[in-house]
């Protein structure tokens, strides 16, 4: 649990960095760095699924952490499609890059707080 946690972090950090290097260096995006960004974002939401279904089977989840758990999923899909758009179209419209700015940081934040769900039902 402590080494998913502390790698969930660490991946975490690696996703907004390369997202910020991505931005900098802008369109056409490096296929390495995009390739790391959208990968490590990948297997950091494995991770996250992985700690809530461990929870899920050791005690249960409660009414009030599915609300949790459905807002996290709808943010990490926005900002995997959103993300996935930008990377998929040759100048992708402002608004998306927008979204795409904003949205990780709610995501980050529901995402933090399903592993806090997790740690609670440990
Ligand atoms: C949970 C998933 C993801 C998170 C949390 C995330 C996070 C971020 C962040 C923080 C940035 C920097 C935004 C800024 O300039 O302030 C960024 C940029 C970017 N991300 Fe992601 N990202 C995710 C998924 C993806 C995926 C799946 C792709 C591609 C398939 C992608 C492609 C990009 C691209 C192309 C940029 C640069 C956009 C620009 O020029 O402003 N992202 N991302």
């Known amino acids: ?3 998913k946690t ?3 972090l660490v991946l975490t950090v690696i ?3 390369s997202g910020y290097w991505l931005h900098r260096a802008g369109s056409p995006y490096g296929t390495f760095v995009l ?3 959208k990968l490590v974002a990948l297997v950091a939401i494995v991770i996250i699924g992985s700690l809530l279904v461990a929870a899920q ?3 249960g989840l409660s009414g009030g952490d599915a609300y949790v758990v459905a807002a996290a999923v709808v943010l990490l899909i926005a900002a995997m499609a959103s993300g996935g758009f930008i990377s998929a179209m040759e100048t992708a419209p402002k608004w998306v890059l927008v979204f795409h700015r ?3 940081y709610f995501s980050a934040i529901a995402a933090g707080a399903c592993v806090y769900i997790s740690w609670v039902k440990a």
């Open 1 to 3: 649990m402590w080494i």
């Open 6 to 8: 502390i790698l969930l």
């Open 15 to 17: 996703v907004f960095l």
């Open 35 to 37: 390739a790391i960004h």
């Open 57 to 59: 089977r050791r005690i």
């Open 102 to 104: 904003i949205i990780p």
